[in-house]
């Protein structure tokens, strides 16, 4: 019943920037946290930034001062904004939905 797609993603040189963009269905998106998770091919899926129902927002340290997450909760959707992208980005984004519900993800490729 609950639907997450991701949509944003592609290869960017470093330095550029993306937004990605989660649109939600199905579900009361507005009462409940949502979050970007990364994970690139070897490593662990990595927390990258968090957005309360009331607005507050946290980040991992190695995303501060150049990610942004924000939602539009009249559209049913999170935006993480990235700029200044590193190599190191480089990995499948996904959003989640209340600690629960997952999308597909969009692959981010940063890379000259």
């Known amino acids: 019943q609950v639907q997450l797609v991701e949509s944003g993603g592609g290869l960017v040189q470093p330095g550029g920037s993306l937004r990605l963009s989660c649109v939600a269905s199905?579900?009361?998106?507005?009462?409940?946290?949502m979050a970007w998770y990364r994970q690139a091919p070897g490593k662990q899926r990595e927390l990258v930034a968090v957005?309360?129902?009331?607005?507050?927002?946290r980040y991992a340290d190695s995303v501060k001062g150049r990610f942004t997450i924000s939602r539009d909760n009249t559209k049913n959707t999170v935006y993480l904004q990235m700029n200044s992208l590193k190599p190191e980005d480089t990995a499948v984004y996904r959003c989640?939905?209340?600690?629960?519900?997952w999308g597909q993800g969009t692959q981010v490729t940063v890379s000259s």
């Open positions: 199905g579900s009361r998106f507005s009462v409940y946290a």
């Open positions: 989640e939905l209340g600690f629960t519900y």
């Open positions: 957005i309360g129902s009331n607005g507050t927002t």
